[in-house]
Nanobody, 124 residues
Framework: QVQLVESGGGLVQAGGSLRLSCAAS????????MGWFRQAPGKEREFVAGISWTGGTTDYADPVKGRFTVSRINAKNMVYLQMNSLKPEDTAAYYC?????????????????WGQGTQVTVSS
């Protein structure tokens, strides 16, 4: 069983930056692909970014491509989401997730464990 805890959310002005962190425990972290998802009020949870077991492969949703960067440090059981040039439409609760699938995937159904989420609010 893997436990995931996100941190780093907050209130930021449009154009600003935040770095989200996700700490994993209770499993072999390096054996999981990791993903970041977000969910705004009244909307479905959507894929944001993913990273493979080794960190060698990353994937981004089109709305965040070029602005967000996902990374991981397996020795520290940590995964990060650096968010730059934030926009009001990035406002959502952000969740990290772990998948037994080597490359993760873009569907929430491909992930086995979830954190509780951290709120990101971008003001205009």
């Amino acid at each position: 069983q893997v436990q995931l805890v996100e941190s780093g959310g907050g209130l930021v002005q449009a154009g600003g930056s935040l770095r989200l962190s996700c700490a994993a425990s209770g499993g072999t972290f390096s054996r999981y692909a990791m993903g970041w998802f977000r969910q705004a009020p009244g909307k479905e949870r959507e894929f944001v970014a993913g990273i493979s077991w080794t960190g060698g492969t990353t994937d981004y949703a089109d709305p965040v491509k070029g602005r967000f960067t996902v990374s991981r440090i397996n020795a520290k059981n940590m995964v990060y989401l650096q968010m730059n040039s934030l926009k009001p439409e990035d406002t959502a609760a952000y969740y990290c997730a772990a998948s037994w699938n080597q490359l993760g995937g873009r569907s929430f159904r491909q992930y086995d464990y979830w954190g509780q989420g951290t709120q990101v609010t971008v003001s205009s």
